[in-house]
T-cell receptor, first 114, second 113 residues
Framework: NAGVMQNPRHLVRRRGQEARLRCSPM?????VYWYRQLPEEGLKFMVY????????ESGMPKERFSAEFPKEGPSILRIQQVVRGDSAAYFC????????????FGEGSRLTVL | AQTVTQSQPEMSVQEAETVTLSCTYD???????LFWYKQPPSRQMILVIR??????QNATENRFSVNFQKAAKSFSLKISDSQLGDTAMYFC??????????FGKGTKLSVKP
């Protein structure tokens, strides 16, 4: 019974490149959440998606960041034209349904922008 | 908007002793969940304990227990018989009607031998 799978675990990009982070939720889970953790800080909510729908993107920067959760395949968090300030750990979590409380987290993807 | 406050950036405890981590939150909702997550150096987010707001009884999980005071909006975590493996960042989190979790800034716990 695989947990939330994120890849890559580590990603290095140069300024101006694109970063794509992938997340496969737990089996049976249709709700996906992305969080960002800057060094020495807590997790900040970015976006909440269900299959083919963005439910809440109130935590997403308005530019360069986008997320999707297609009908088939993993959820993708895409960061265009990365800057050094994008360096962080990006965590994906999933839940079975809204209001069930607990989120199950992946191991995170650490993005380093040179 | 809901907020979660952890007022202790760092704490330390001797092995086998007991330590309490504080957390307060603010919400206008009546039904919600509260969580404590542990993040060891591996950075994996591990659920330690969870509390449903409608339950008056405090949740316990082995050496971990909470003191949930709904009226005071307080949700502290007690770790008994601290072990070296308990060394980690501990995050308090609020889960309400919107589905996503709101995290505090964390408390860095060091267990000393």
């Amino acid at each position: 019974n695989a947990g939330v799978m994120q890849n890559p675990r580590h990603l290095v990009r140069r300024r101006g490149q694109e970063a794509r982070l992938r997340c496969s939720p737990m089996k049976g889970h249709s709700h996906v959440y992305w969080y960002r953790q800057l060094p020495e800080e807590g997790l900040k909510f970015m976006v909440y998606l269900q299959k083919e729908n963005i439910i809440d993107e109130s935590g997403m920067p308005k530019e360069r960041f986008s997320a999707e959760f297609p009908k088939e395949g993993p959820s993708i968090l895409r960061i265009q034209q990365v800057v050094r300030g994008d360096s962080a750990a990006y965590f994906c979590a999933s839940s079975r349904a809204l209001g069930t409380g607990e989120l199950f987290f992946g191991e995170g993807s650490r993005l380093t922008v040179l | 908007a809901q907020t979660v406050t952890q007022s202790q950036p760092e704490m330390s405890v001797q092995e086998a002793e007991t330590v309490t981590l504080s957390c307060t939150y603010d919400t206008s909702e009546n039904n919600y969940y509260l969580f404590w997550y542990k993040q060891p150096p591996s950075r994996q987010m591990i659920l330690v304990i969870r509390q449903e707001a409608y339950k008056q009884q405090n949740a316990t999980e082995n050496r971990f227990s909470v003191n949930f005071q709904k009226a005071a909006k307080s949700f502290s975590l007690k770790i008994s018989d601290s072990q070296l493996g308990d060394t980690a960042m501990y995050f308090c989190a609020y889960g309400g009607s919107q589905g996503n979790l709101i995290f505090g800034k964390g408390t860095k716990l060091s267990v000393k031998p």
